[in-house]
């Protein structure tokens, strides 16, 4: 019986490292792990949500929201982690955000958001397939002179439509013209 339990739990572990796998190696994927000045520092909010919770997830939208089931049902990973006082130098992560950024532009991310003032530095990024109908990745990274730091990265496939039916559904009119503004751009 113990060897039958063992069996399947390693069957689990394989098939979760596979969808993790299979995350980390989407073009949409950020790695945050090098961010110096955190090393000591747990996060006081950690959300990750891999492939199989997000189809859990689909599954429990109700059937009329056709438009957020597909938004989810193309994701593979969604990660926040918020971390407070951090012990490291604020500036040594300034610093180091500084670096992730500048590889991110080098890898063809492009930059929709920048903040620098005297308190906070903020960045978001997108990842657009090479059509670009798609965005493979959403990568947000933000530090504040008070020692937070938030990092976020969603990863999938997933198409302006969605981001403008988020948009519409939440109330939350930017995302709604986003799609509408790149349409224009792109003379559709």
Known sequence: ???SQQLIAACALTVFANWAAAAESHPGY???SGLR???DAEPVVEVTLREPLLRLVTEAIPEEDVEAAGFVSRL???RLHIYEDIVGDVAEVAT???EISADLEEDGWERV???RDDEDQVDIFLNFSEDDAEVYGIALMVVSEDGEVVLGNI???IRMEDISALGRRFDIEELTELHEEMEEDDGR
């Open 30 to 32: 950020v790695d945050f």
């Open 1 to 3: 019986m113990q060897t």
């Open 96 to 98: 180091t955000m500084n």
């Open 113 to 115: 958001v920048r903040v």
């Open 155 to 157: 990863v999938g496939n």
């Open 76 to 78: 593979l990973n969604v």
């Open 37 to 39: 000045g955190l090393v």
